[in-house]
């Protein structure tokens, strides 16, 4: 793909350290002659959350910067925060443009708004009403209300009312928008996770599960993917999953890191997907991994700057 800014060349760094046998179990692990995770499938999708947007938004070096970076690691899905500011500051002019220059220029496929409450959703309806050109609108809405961590004032009853809100302006829109979540625990309150799972599914296209450890652990996020699994199948569809990795220093930065253990994030996805594969769980039949999401921009950057390898 011909792009119309110039790269940045940064040399790849090989062999900083050896991959640590200690943090990946070997019989839920599958090696290829460099020593590297190897897996059966590919991501179809390969996400990253972009915080300081407002900062980033309508200067073009910085824009650039962010769209080269996503190309240079095969990011093909952006997810963009703040946008409570840029959206009440009436950005729209420069958003729209960012978006198909996104799109257009840099192939990012995915566009997605990262919203908390009824109110945000409505304004994503108006602004993408309000765009002719479909590649200046989002094609994805993001729900990320942590209904487990809110306690009273937002537990899952007040999540759901936001959460079919949601749903129901992606669906509306022409064409349909993805309606995702991004989810932790089933719990606020517990001893519905079942009903919960079954709500999530009922609304939503796809779902986001956190995998925040050190080094990718399936079995970290079984049980999530059990209860979703159990209610995808109640419903007969499939659902699909994207994992979450965080390159925060207190999960997986050192993973990533070239300057740590240099783990690329096709290669985080690679392990899970191959964990997957071994595991056996109810409803596994009904969940189909589709790809990763990084948390986020900042983090990822400081672990895998910019790359373009000099032998494509």
Same mark, same amino acid.
Request: hydrophobic share 35%; with cysteine.
């Given at each position: 793909?011909?792009?119309?800014?110039?790269?940045?060349?940064?040399?790849?760094?090989?062999?900083?350290?050896?991959?640590?046998?200690?943090?990946?179990?070997?019989?839920?692990?599958?090696?290829?002659?460099?020593?590297?995770?190897?897996?059966?499938?590919?991501?179809?999708?390969?996400?990253?959350?972009?915080?300081?947007?407002?900062?980033?938004?309508?200067?073009?070096?910085?824009?650039?910067?962010?769209?080269?970076?996503?190309?240079?690691?095969?990011?093909?899905?952006?997810?963009?925060?703040?946008?409570?500011?840029?959206?009440?500051?009436?950005?729209? @002019?420069? &958003?729209?443009?960012?978006?198909? *220059? !996104? =799109?257009?220029?840099?192939?990012?496929?995915?566009?997605? +708004?990262?919203? #908390?409450?009824?109110?945000?959703?409505?304004?994503?309806?108006?602004?993408?009403?309000?765009?002719?050109?479909?590649?200046?609108?989002?094609?994805?809405?993001?729900?990320?209300?942590?209904?487990?961590?809110?306690?009273?004032?937002?537990?899952?009853?007040?999540?759901? @009312?936001? &959460?079919?809100?949601?749903?129901? *302006? !992606? =669906?509306?829109?022409?064409?349909?928008?993805?309606?995702? +979540?991004?989810? #932790?625990?089933?719990?606020?309150?517990?001893?519905?996770?079942?009903?919960?799972?079954?709500?999530?599914?009922?609304?939503?296209?796809?779902?986001?599960?956190?995998?925040?450890?050190?080094?990718?652990?399936?079995?970290?996020?079984?049980?999530?993917?059990?209860?979703?699994?159990?209610?995808?199948?109640?419903?007969?569809?499939?659902?699909?999953?994207?994992?979450?990795?965080?390159?925060?220093?207190?999960?997986?930065?050192?993973?990533?890191?070239?300057?740590?253990?240099?783990?690329?994030?096709?290669?985080?996805?690679?392990?899970?997907?191959?964990?997957?594969?071994?595991?056996?769980?109810?409803?596994?039949?009904?969940?189909?991994?589709?790809?990763?999401?990084?948390?986020?921009?900042?983090?990822?950057?400081?672990?895998?700057?910019?790359?373009?390898?000099?032998?494509?």
């Amino acid at each position: 793909m011909k792009h119309s800014v110039p790269f940045l060349f940064i040399v790849a760094l090989f062999g900083m350290t050896s991959c640590k046998l200690d943090v990946i179990q070997p019989e839920e692990s599958h090696l290829n002659s460099t020593g590297r995770m190897t897996a059966d499938v590919q991501a179809d999708y390969r996400g990253v959350y972009v915080d300081g947007f407002r900062h980033i938004l309508g200067n073009s070096q910085r824009e650039d910067s962010l769209l080269t970076w996503c190309v240079s690691h095969s990011i093909n899905a952006i997810s963009l925060y703040d946008l409570n500011t840029v959206m009440g500051d009436e950005r729209y @002019t420069e &958003l729209a443009w960012f978006v198909k *220059k !996104a =799109r257009t220029n840099y192939g990012i496929s995915q566009v997605a +708004a990262v919203r #908390g409450s009824s109110a945000n959703f409505t304004q994503n309806a108006t602004y993408d009403a309000s765009r002719m050109d479909l590649n200046e609108r989002f094609n994805v809405y993001n729900l990320e209300n942590e209904w487990w961590n809110n306690g009273p004032s937002c537990n899952f009853s007040c999540y759901s @009312t936001i &959460l079919q809100s949601m749903s129901n *302006k !992606a =669906r509306n829109a022409s064409p349909p928008i993805t309606a995702e +979540a991004y989810i #932790g625990w089933f719990q606020n309150p517990t001893g519905q996770e079942s009903q919960q799972a079954k709500t999530l599914v009922r609304w939503l296209d796809r779902i986001l599960v956190h995998d925040y450890r050190p080094y990718p652990q399936f079995g970290y996020m079984q049980s999530r993917l059990s209860l979703l699994g159990k209610a995808a199948q109640n419903q007969n569809r499939v659902l699909d999953v994207i994992v979450l990795f965080s390159a925060e220093p207190e999960f997986m930065q050192n993973y990533f890191s070239v300057s740590g253990q240099n783990h690329s994030f096709d290669e985080a996805y690679a392990d899970i997907v191959n964990q997957f594969n071994a595991a056996t769980f109810s409803g596994k039949n009904n969940i189909r991994l589709i790809g990763y999401q990084i948390f986020d921009y900042s983090f990822a950057k400081q672990a895998r700057p910019t790359y373009i390898s000099l032998f494509q």
